[in-house]
C-alpha cells in the first residue's frame, strides 16, 4: 500500500514537473496571429500607443496609467507581490486585459550575483554561461521579471570605457559565441516556459565605440568596422533568438541609434529578418532633441518610431504622437510596432499566465545549487598573469599569511557594478574566503588605504599642481586610512610569511557613466603595493577592477598577479580555492591589456599596415613606449604548463564553402591537473581590403591530467572566413592564409591553406 502510494506520488509529481515545464503560449502561430488582429481592431490609438510605452517603478502615477490602458511594460518592479498587484490592474481593471511585461536589467545574476559578465567572458566556457543565465532566469522570473536588459553584447575596444564591464571585450568571435549563450541560458528552447527570461541584446550599436571613450558620446567608423567588428555579437543574439533588442545612445556617423533606419530597419529586419520588439535606451527619445536632430517630442517619437523603435523606454515621448496631425502619424508602422509588443507577450505565454506563482519566489533564490554554480563561475573567471617562481598555489600549513588591501574585505564591492537584488549579506568577501579555508593558520588583516569615492568632474576645472603618481586619482575624495593604515599593513606583512594584496576600483567606478581618463590604481594603493613590496616578503596582487588597469609597477615588482575582476556573492570562496590550489586559474583575457593610457586602443585583431612594428624608428608605434600589449588577448597562465605541437593542417586546399580541417596536440608537461584554453585563430594574406593580423575563429577548453596528451581538432567553415569589401559586399577572399593552434594571440607557430577560387559542388577535399 506504501509502496504505491509513493508511486502515485511520484506519478503526480512527474505529472506536475512536466505541466510546470510546458510552454504555455497559444499552440500555433496563426492563432496568436488571429488573436494579436483581433485585438488590433479593438484598440484606440490611445491603447496602441499606451503598447508602445514602458515606464519606471510602480509608483500611483504609473499605476494609473496602467489602469487606463495606456502602459505596455513597467520596469523595476520586482517581487512576485508587487508584479502581480500590478498585473492585477491590467488584465483586471482595464477594457482590453492585455498583460503587462516586467523588465529588469538582469546583468549577473537576479539575487545570487555572479562574476561581472566581463568575468564570465574570461571563463571562455559557454556552457558554464549558460548555466548562470538559467539561474538568473530562474530567479528573476521567480520575481515576476519576465524580461531583462542583457546581453550587453556590445564589443568595447577601450577600457577607459565603464561599460566594458558589462560586456566580453574586444573581439567579435568569442563576443559572438558569448552573446548566444547568454541568450540561450536566458530564454531556455521557449520563452513561455515560466523561468524563461526575455533577452534583450543592447545596445545597437556602435556603444562601445564612444569616442574618447566617454559614455554616451558619439561613434564615428566606417561601414565596414561596424560591420566586422561591432555587428556580430548582434546578429549572434539574434540568430540565436533573442526577443528583443535595444538601441543604443550614440549617434553613429552623426545619426543617433534611437532614429538610425539604417540600423533598425535596413540591417536589423530587412538584412537578418528580426521579428521580434525594438526598445529604445532609457529616454533616448526624448534625447533625440539634445542630438540635435528633433525639434520637440513629438518630432522625436516620429522619428524614433519611423526608425524602427517600437517601444519607448522611461521618457513617455510616444505619448505625444497623439497629437500629431491626422494623418501625419504613420499608422501602418504603429501597428507593425504595436503586433510585435503583442506577439512577444503571446509568445511569453502572459496572456494566457500573466501572474507569477508566488510560492516560487523565495524557493527559487540563493539556492545551495545557485551558490555552487556562483562559486565555480566565479573560480572559472579568474586569470593568473604572472606567478613567479610558482609562488602559487599558496600551501596550506603557512603559518602566518598577511591579507591586505581595500577590497579584501569590503562586501559591496565583491557584487560589482549593476547587481540586481545582491545583498551585501550574502557575499563572501577573500578575507573571509581565506579565513575560512585556513582555520588553523594565523590570518592577519590591515586594509591599508580606502579607495577615493569619486564624484563626477565639474565641466570646467582650474588647472592644479601635477598630483604624484601615486595619487592620481585627483578627482576621487580621499577618507584614506592615512600614512597608519599603511604603516598597519606593513606591520602585519613583516610578521607574514606570505602577503596577499587586494586592490582596485571600487564596484561603483564601473559600469554606465564611469568612465575614466587615468587607469591607475585609484588613490593612495600603488603606495602601499610599494611599500608591501619593500618589506622583501612574496606578495600575491589580486586586482579587483572592471577594465584593465595600469600595472606597469606591479608587473615589474610583484611575484604573482590575478586579475579577478568583480567575482560575485562567492568571490572569498572562490579566489581562496584558486589561492590555496583547490582550483586551477583556467581563465583567459578577453581583450588586451594596455601598458599605459596613451598606448590604448589595443587590440590584437589590428591591422598590418605598410610599416608594422618593429625596433626601427619608421614604423608604426611609439618613441617612448612599445605598443604591444602588456599581456596579449587570450592570455592567461594556470599551475601547470603546457606544450603544442605545430599545427597540422588536413585539408590544405578548400573551395569557398568547404571545412578546413586543422588539428594539434597539446600536452600537460606541468606536475598539475589544468586547463588549457586552445586558440583558433586565422589570418588571409591578400584581401580585398587589409585584414587583421589574427582572428580568433574557434577555441576549445581542455582538460589534461600531468603528462596526458590530446590532439584538439578545429574545422574552419570557409564561410565563416567572409570578409566586407569596400562595397559592403560580404566575400571569400581566395588564396593563402595563416593559421594558428595557440594558447594565446601573441604565440604559436602557424602553418597554412588556401582558399581556392572556383567553389566545387562537394565543399572540400
Ligand atoms: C542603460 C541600459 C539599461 C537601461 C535600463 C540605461 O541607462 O544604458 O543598459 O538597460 O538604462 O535600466
Redesign the pocket.
Known amino acids: 500500500m506504501r509502496l504505491r502510494l509513493i508511486a502515485l506520488f511520484l506519478l503526480l509529481l512527474l505529472g506536475f514537473c512536466r505541466v510546470a515545464a510546458q510552454p504555455s503560449s497559444p499552440a500555433t502561430t496563426a492563432e496568436i496571429e488571429r488573436r494579436i488582429e483581433a485585438l488590433l481592431r479593438r484598440m484606440t490609438l490611445e491603447e496602441k500607443i499606451g503598447q508602445l510605452s514602458q515606464y ?1 517603478s510602480a509608483t500611483p502615477e504609473t499605476l494609473k496609467l496602467v489602469r487606463e490602458g495606456k502602459v505596455g511594460s513597467l ?2 518592479v520586482m517581487g512576485a507581490d508587487n508584479t502581480n498587484a500590478a498585473q492585477r490592474i491590467a488584465v483586471e481593471q482595464t477594457r482590453l486585459k492585455i498583460p503587462l511585461l516586467f ?3 538582469v546583468i549577473h545574476g537576479y539575487r545570487t550575483i555572479f562574476p561581472v559578465p566581463i568575468a564570465s567572458a574570461s571563463s571562455f566556457d559557454p556552457q558554464l554561461i549558460e548555466g548562470i543565465e538559467r539561474v538568473a532566469a530562474k530567479e528573476a522570473t521567480a520575481a515576476g521579471v519576465k524580461w531583462t ?2 546581453p ?1 553584447v556590445d564589443v568595447a575596444r577601450d577600457p577607459r570605457w565603464g ?1 566594458m564591464v ?1 560586456g566580453a571585450g574586444e573581439d567579435p568571435y568569442l563576443g559572438s559565441v558569448v552573446a548566444a549563450a547568454r541568450v540561450r541560458g536566458f530564454q531556455g528552447h521557449d520563452i513561455a516556459i515560466p523561468q524563461s527570461l526575455i533577452a ?1 541584446a ?2 545597437f550599436a556602435g556603444y562601445g565605440a564612444a569616442e574618447g571613450a566617454r559614455d554616451y558620446n558619439t561613434a564615428e567608423m566606417s561601414e565596414q568596422l561596424l560591420r566586422e567588428v561591432y555587428l556580430p555579437p548582434f546578429h549572434a543574439a539574434i540568430q540565436t533568438g533573442s526577443g528583443t533588442i ?1 538601441a543604443a ?1 550614440e549617434a553613429l556617423n552623426g545619426v543617433p541609434a534611437t532614429a538610425n533606419s539604417q540600423l533598425l530597419t535596413g540591417i536589423l529586419r530587412r538584412e537578418w529578418g528580426f521579428s521580434g520588439m525594438v526598445v529604445s ?3 533616448a527619445v526624448h534625447e533625440l532633441i539634445a542630438h540635435g536632430v528633433a525639434a520637440n517630442d513629438q518630432h522625436a517619437a516620429l522619428k524614433a518610431l519611423t526608425a524602427g523603435v517600437d517601444m519607448d ?2 521618457d513617455g515621448a510616444y505619448q505625444s504622437l497623439l497629437s500629431l496631425e491626422p494623418g501625419k502619424l504613420p499608422m501602418k508602422r504603429l501597428d507593425e510596432a504595436v503586433r510585435r509588443v503583442l506577439r512577444l507577450k503571446f509568445k511569453a505565454g502572459l496572456f494566457q499566465h500573466p501572474y507569477t506563482d508566488p510560492t516560487r519566489e523565495s524557493l527559487a533564490q540563493l539556492t545551495p545549487d545557485n551558490l555552487q554554480l556562483a562559486r565555480r563561475a566565479a573560480e572559472e573567471s579568474v586569470i593568473l598573469l604572472k606567478n613567479q617562481n610558482h609562488l602559487l598555489p599558496l600551501s596550506k600549513s603557512l603559518g602566518t599569511v598577511a591579507v591586505i588591501g581595500p577590497l579584501a574585505d569590503d562586501k559591496g564591492d565583491q557584487l560589482g557594478s549593476w547587481a540586481a537584488q545582491g545583498r551585501v549579506e550574502d557575499v563572501v568577501t577573500p578575507l573571509e574566503g581565506v579565513q575560512a579555508k585556513l582555520p588553523n593558520v594565523q590570518v592577519l588583516y590591515a586594509k591599508g588605504v580606502d579607495i577615493p569615492s569619486f564624484e563626477r568632474q565639474p565641466l570646467t576645472t582650474t588647472v592644479a599642481a601635477p598630483a604624484p603618481l601615486s595619487a592620481t586619482g585627483v578627482a576621487g575624495v580621499s577618507t584614506a586610512a592615512g600614512t597608519g593604515g599603511i604603516q598597519e599593513a606593513v606591520e602585519a606583512a613583516n610578521k607574514a610569511e606570505v602577503t596577499v594584496v587586494f586592490m582596485g576600483e571600487s564596484a561603483m567606478m564601473t559600469g ?1 557613466a564611469s568612465s575614466r581618463a587615468f587607469l591607475d590604481f585609484p588613490g593612495r594603493q600603488e603606495e602601499l603595493l610599494e611599500r608591501l613590496v619593500a618589506t622583501g616578503k612574496p606578495v600575491v596582487l589580486v586586482i579587483e577592477s572592471g577594465r584593465p588597469l595600469d600595472i606597469r609597477w606591479a608587473n615589474a615588482h610583484v611575484a604573482a598577479i590575478i586579475q579577478a575582476w568583480y567575482p560575485g556573492v562567492q568571490a572569498g570562496n572562490a579566489i581562496a580555492d584558486v589561492l590555496l590550489g583547490d582550483a586551477s586559474p583556467s581563465a583567459r583575457l578577453p581583450l588586451s591589456w594596455p601598458r599605459s593610457v596613451g598606448a590604448i586602443p589595443v587590440y590584437y585583431n589590428h591591422k598590418n599596415t605598410g610599416r608594422p612594428t618593429s625596433p626601427d624608428r619608421w614604423h608604426t608605434g611609439y618613441i617612448d613606449e612599445s605598443s604591444e600589449p602588456l599581456f596579449p588577448f587570450g592570455y592567461g597562465l594556470t599551475y601547470t604548463t603546457f606544450r603544442y605541437s605545430p599545427v597540422r593542417v588536413l585539408t590544405e586546399t578548400v573551395a569557398p564553402g568547404g571545412e578546413v580541417r586543422v588539428e594539434a596536440e597539446l600536452q600537460n608537461t606541468g606536475r598539475r591537473t589544468g586547463t588549457e584554453v586552445v586558440q583558433l585563430y586565422a589570418h588571409n594574406r591578400v584581401g580585398p581590403i587589409s585584414p587583421p593580423v589574427r582572428e580568433l575563429r574557434g577555441f576549445q577548453r581542455i582538460t589534461l591530467r600531468p603528462g596526458e596528451k590530446k590532439t584538439v581538432r578545429f574545422a574552419i567553415n570557409t564561410n565563416d572566413l567572409g570578409v566586407y569589401d569596400s562595397h559592403q559586399r560580404r566575400v571569400i577572399p581566395s588564396g593563402l592564409y595563416d593559421v594558428w593552434i595557440a594558447p594565446n594571440s601573441a604565440e604559436g607557430v602557424s602553418s597554412t591553406f588556401s582558399v581556392s577560387s572556383v567553389a566545387s559542388s562537394s565543399g572540400s577535399r
Open positions: 519606471t520596469f523595476n523588465g529588469y536589467d536588459f542583457a550587453m561599460r558589462e534583450c543592447k545596445h535595444m545612445f535606451d532609457y529616454g523606454m522611461a554606465e
